[in-house]
Structure formats: C-alpha cells, structure tokens
C-alpha cells in the first residue's frame, strides 16, 4: 500500500472509533493531523486484534499481535512492510524520531489484556497504564512539539492516564462483558463490594465512581499545565480533548455515577462549543484544572 493510502486508512479508522479525539485533531495544522492518525491506527489495530476478535482463544490473538508486532518490528528495521497501516505508522516514527521502545511498551501491555482480568491495586493498574496510556502521550509530544519537553513530558503522560481512566469507568459494563474488571480490587474491597456486585441497579457501586472519579480528575489536574507549554497551533487540539474527555466524567456525575444506565457522551452541541471555544482560546492560556 501507498503511503498516501497508509494514512487514509488511519484517519478513517480513527474517525470511525475515535470521535472525541477525532474532532480535536481537526484543529491541528493539516501536516501534524495526519501523523496523530497514524499512532491512533497503530494503537486502536492492536487493541482490535484483542478484544474484536473473540471468537478465538486468546492463544490465537496473542498469535495475530505477535505476527504483526513482527511486521512492524520488520518494517522499523528497513524491510518491506505488507500491511494496510504500518506504513503511515513507520513513516511518522521516521519523521519525529519517535522512540520505539515506547511502541515495544504498549504492544506488551496490549498482550497483557489477553491473560489478565483485573488489577489487585492502583499501582498494578497503574503499571499496567503506563504502557497502553502513558506512553502515548510521550508518542505525541514530539508530533504536538513544545518549547519544553523536559517540562511537558510528565504532563503529556498524565494526560494518557487520565484519558484511559476515564475509559475505565465509563465503560465497566462493557469490560464485564469481556471478563474484565479494571477498577482495582483494593478499591472494590474499601467500599465493601466484589466484581460480583458491579450489576445494574446496585446502589452500593455509587460510592466506588464517585472514587474513581475523583482520582481520574487527580490526573487531568497533573496534566492541565502540559498543554501551555505545547506549541501554539497544537493547543487548541489538546484543549479540546481534554475538555471533552473531562466531559465524560461530568456525564458520569449527571448519570448520579450509574455507568450501567447508558453510556457516558458529551452531547454533540457540547463538543461544537468547545472545539469553537479552544480555538479563540488565547494561547499560553492556562487550563481550568
């Protein structure tokens, strides 16, 4: 495949599955946007190897990461690559100079999905996140570019925490549908409930989402600082998702925190007036944290 063709099929596969972070990126310079289509390909073909494909065992999936974890690893080190996505993704890498070991690290954590249900602790959830989140973050700081990368480097990680755990709670019910659980257990345990309990109409879960919440909201407000330091033409990019991430979590709380109901989405008038509203935003503007 093309290259041209290689990024098409990346801004597609991010249009049809990433629609908050899709919206934001059209707010990037036209030359940046097609790079952050790139690594949401390369991130959302390897969470599809794991979790669409569960007809098959999980040996079998881990066979397919594995097979195109080796194209990619091929491609990265000259060979020809026959694959609808890596090019674009090779491509990016190329031009940034991006750090491969970040790609190594989130492949791994994607394989852990296929063995592992649930976390005993924050910090094992964390571990966990560092891999499938944080380090996406560090992936597109050098796309977004900064005055300061020392300094927007912990930020730009916080933020892919943040919005991984706002994915975690909005989407318990579908992550029991795939035998997972996400929520530590230690947190389960401190409000007195078992993965047993996470069910509709279980008022005693409340407490455990107004929790986790909050400690999602921990993260966004280490991450808040970051998006100043980015380059001027990419804020309003990252303004935008963060608000509109962050809007998720305001939708969870005007649900009364039962992630059971309906999904959690940021109406459409909402999203509009934010993306408006970030790119009159001044740059340099701090974020309200």
Known sequence: MDLASSYER???????HGRTYYLATRLLPAWKRRHVHALYGFTRYADEIVDQTEALPPAARKERLDEWSERFVAGLRGGEVDDPLL????????VFDLDVDDFATFLRCMAMDLTITSYDTYDDLLEYMEGSAAVIGTMMLPILGSADPAAAREPARQLGIAFQLTNFIRDVAEDLERGRVYLPREDLDRFGLTPADLRPGNPKIKPLIVYEVE???GHYRQAA???????PASQACMRTAYLLYGGILDQVEAADHDVFARRATVPNSRRAAVAVRSLLTRPGTPVAA
């Open 215 to 217: 400690r999602a909201r």
């Open 87 to 94: 090019p674009a993704v090779l491509h990016t890498i190329a």
């Open 225 to 231: 600082p970051g998006i100043p330091l980015l380059e």
């Open 10 to 16: 990346c801004r597609m596969l991010h249009k049809k």
